[in-house]
């Protein structure tokens, strides 16, 4: 068995910086390019464990800030931390509460020490520095655990935006001092808005520091898409290539598949379980709305060839019903198709890296329709 933490390449695509790695954590291997759903209040919504097991899911994010909120890390811990607590024995990855930072900003006042937020819950007060952050994914266990970060909001001055980066940089000096779960890796992120200088800077930084793996932070707040790309390019060739490189919340097709292109490995984001409950199905030629009047009758699955159990046992025309009667099963079902189509999306650019065939994979890629983004920190 490999060492936990350890990070091996198993194959690179010749024609760009993308890769096929293994992560060995202490709940199981990680293969990427990986996407983990999201599960911020230790659950992917509508789906269980067993459901995302059948998928051969390996990894899902859990959230600090908001499992600090409710149920409280005491309660987890008492559980056996939070594997057990949500009954799922593969690798979980915990954002530390930095995006709260942004997402929540009018709740949130930011000091050299850390942040003070009023609770989204009941407006009590609750303070979040750097100890705080590291002590509560101690506490829930998690196999990956991330700095505390400043995340800021785009668009930012490149003062505003420096001094996040400084503030990042003393947090992750920090972070790193503090002890950790048994096995936990520990990542650092970067920051730096959209000033190639400052994102360089951080890197460096956090590389002085040394980590298991390192994240691209403060993309996908709100910048047009090639903005995002630029976020990737300013500074993930400043990150070591011998460790995981995490683009976090960004989950679109094509920006995962330009990102990978560009030497990341991991992605998170909301949109698979989120659509899927305003009714909107992911497919290979894109994305289209189950709930329209066209499929009141269709009989076909929601995608042609899939092997998900929604699609394997029922039509369109029954999906579209269950969703515009507001039952959950309609949920449920798309749910499970969307994380499965994603899941799914990921094996099969692994596959086209392992065998040369990613440029063929990324030009079709390029042809889907966009996906729609959004931020909202309550919801997922």
Request: charged residues 25%; glycine residues 10%.
């Amino acid at each position: 068995m490999d060492k936990i933490g350890s990070f091996e390449i198993l194959a690179k695509d010749e024609g760009s910086k993308a890769r096929v790695g293994r992560l060995q954590t202490a709940h199981g291997v990680v293969e990427t390019p990986v996407f983990m759903p999201v599960g911020t209040q230790a659950t992917v919504k509508s789906l269980s464990p067993t459901e995302l097991e059948d998928m051969d899911c390996r990894v899902l994010l859990g959230n600090t800030y908001h499992l600090n909120a409710r149920p409280g890390v005491d309660i987890v811990a008492k559980s056996g931390g939070l594997h057990r607590f949500m009954g799922w024995n593969r690798a979980i990855l915990t954002d530390s509460g930095g995006y709260q930072v942004f997402s929540l900003s009018k709740l949130r006042k930011i000091t050299d020490d850390g942040v003070r937020f009023q609770s989204h819950v009941d407006g009590s007060s609750h303070y979040l520095g750097p100890a705080e952050a590291m002590a509560i994914q101690r506490g829930l266990g998690s196999d990956i655990a991330m700095v505390l970060d400043e995340c800021p909001p785009f668009p930012s001055t490149w003062d505003y935006a420096c001094q996040a980066v400084d503030r990042t940089l003393a947090w992750a000096a920090l972070c790193a001092r503090q002890p950790r779960a048994d096995g936990q890796l520990v990542f650092g992120i970067v920051q730096g808005g959209v000033y190639t200088d400052l994102r360089e800077r951080c890197s460096r930084g956090l590389q002085e520091i040394g980590f298991d793996g390192y994240a691209i932070g403060g993309v996908s707040v709100g910048e047009p898409d090639e903005l995002i790309g630029h976020g990737v390019e300013s500074c993930v060739d400043t990150l070591p290539s011998d460790r995981p490189r995490y683009l976090m919340g960004v989950g679109e097709f094509k920006q995962m598949t330009e990102a990978v292109a560009r030497g990341v490995d991991m992605f998170d984001c909301v949109m698979p379980t989120r659509l899927a409950r305003h009714g909107t199905a992911f497919t290979r030629q894109g994305r289209f709305p189950a709930k329209a009047s066209l499929y009141r009758e269709d009989q076909r699955p929601i995608e042609e060839g899939c092997t998900c159990y929604a699609c394997r046992r029922f039509c369109r025309a029954y999906i579209r019903h269950l969703l515009n009667v507001n039952e959950i099963l309609g949920i449920r079902l798309l749910a499970q198709h969307n994380v499965h189509r994603y899941l799914e999306f990921m094996s099969e650019m692994r596959k086209s890296i392992a065998d040369g065939t990613f440029a063929q994979f990324r030009a079709m890629v390029s042809k889907m329709g966009p996906a729609e983004k959004s931020v909202d920190p309550i919801d997922d």
